[in-house]
T-cell receptor, first 113, second 116 residues
Framework: KNQVEQSPQSLIILEGKNCTLQ??????????LRWYKQDTGRGPVSLTI?????NTKSNGRYTATLDADTKQSSLHITASQLSDSASYIC????????????FGAGTTVTVRA | GAVVSQHPSWVICKSGTSVKIECRSL??????MFWYRQFPKQSLMLMAT?????????EQGVEKDKFLINHASLTLSTLTVTSAHPEDSSFYIC????????????FGPGTRLTVL
């Protein structure tokens, strides 16, 4: 069973609207959690990174939250743009094994005009 | 900073031939580089971890004789897919870890391999 589960698998939103993506993880002991944006045919690009003590991190119109107690994270996209169409991947790393990243399957976001 | 490049960005080859993919850290030195494979609509799967000057560590189920990895310098790692077959067609992504940065990995743009 994957240690990082994302939902929904995909979603379609209208330009200008907001959306929230979810990530649940079981990786333990927890080190940090990252959200990446991956455009089609490109490598992942980091959006945010949060450690145990952080519960929110923003990067422009992207805001990530982390609840380390419930092992849940969310990525909120505000005022979506067509360029936000991509796959968003939640990645968690564990203490003492920090080079091995646990990847979620990603949420594919499609923004329509 | 922290830019990782890959070359080529895409390649098409005949079954049975070998293909080499380069991964370079452009503005930093990377003691460790990673190679991932990503099939359509799936997440990245770690294939191997490459440390400069030493043999690569392969994940379970990844054939080391088929996927040859060379990390000859702190800025270059290569992945050679030997005797490629159609099932090797995939998106190959490398990442590089900055020395002393903890576990921050920077990903390359990927290489699309299509084996006919």
């Amino acid at each position: 069973k994957n240690q990082v589960e994302q939902s929904p698998q995909s979603l379609i939103i209208l330009e200008g609207k907001n959306c929230t993506l979810q990530c649940n993880y079981t990786v333990s002991p927890f080190s940090n959690l990252r959200w990446y944006k991956q455009d089609t045919g490109r490598g992942p690009v980091s959006l945010t990174i949060m450690t145990f003590s952080e519960n929110t991190k923003s990067n422009g119109r992207y805001t990530a939250t982390l609840d380390a107690d419930t092992k849940q994270s969310s990525l909120h996209i505000t005022a979506s743009q067509l360029s936000d169409s991509a796959s968003y991947i939640c990645v968690v790393s564990a203490l003492y094994n920090d080079y091995k990243l646990s990847f979620g399957a990603g949420t594919t976001v499609t923004v329509r005009a | 900073g922290a830019v990782v490049s890959q070359h080529p960005s895409w390649v098409i080859c005949k079954s049975g031939t070998s293909v080499k993919i380069e991964c370079r850290s452009l503005d930093f030195q990377a003691t460790t580089m990673f190679w991932y494979r990503q099939f359509p609509k799936q997440s990245l799967m770690l294939m191997a971890t490459s440390n400069e000057g030493s043999k690569a560590t392969y994940e379970q189920g990844v054939e080391k004789d088929k996927f040859l990895i060379n990390h000859a310098s702190l800025t270059l790692s290569t992945l050679t897919v030997t005797s490629a077959h159609p099932e090797d067609s995939s998106f190959y992504i490398c990442s590089a870890r900055v020395s002393g940065s903890g576990n921050e990995q920077f990903f390359g743009p990927g290489t699309r391999l299509t084996v006919l």
